[in-house]
Nanobody, 123 residues
Framework: QVSLVESGGGSVQAGGSLRLSCAVSGSIVSRGCVGWFRQAPGKEREWVAN?????????AYADSVKGRFTISQDSAKNTLYLQMNSLKSEDTAIYYC???????????????WGQGTQVTVSS
């Protein structure tokens, strides 16, 4: 049973926007960490952004996307989002949503992964 399903990837010109969605099976807020990672060809999978669901909700972003990307969640729809604005060619990658617990920027903290969705930004 697939617990995370991404959608919303595609091709866009530099400076454009895309919104990724990730449908989560069960309660999204019961996952301590929900986040987005990306993997470009020939590179390691890297952390993009996460939400820490604890007593309070905390948001964190990689420096490379801070100010351009916004992570959010809808607890009623159990859906995670990534709004990506001012896209650059270096944002081209397969984007994965993930859920887990622990230190959220560390991909080792995640035990549930989506299948990935391709984002291509042309300059």
């Amino acid at each position: 049973q697939v617990s995370l399903v991404e959608s919303g990837g595609g091709s866009v010109q530099a400076g454009g926007s895309l919104r990724l969605s990730c449908a989560v099976s069960g309660s999204i807020v019961s996952r301590g960490c929900v986040g987005w990672f990306r993997q470009a060809p020939g590179k390691e999978r890297e952390w993009v952004a996460n939400i820490l669901n604890h007593r309070e909700t905390h948001y964190a972003y990689a420096d490379s996307v801070k100010g351009r990307f916004t992570i959010s969640q809808d607890s009623a729809k159990n859906t995670l989002y990534l709004q990506m604005n001012s896209l650059k060619s270096e944002d081209t990658a397969i984007y994965y949503c993930a859920a887990g617990s622990g230190w959220c920027p560390d991909k080792a903290s995640y035990n549930e992964w989506g299948q990935g969705t391709q984002v291509t930004v042309s300059s």
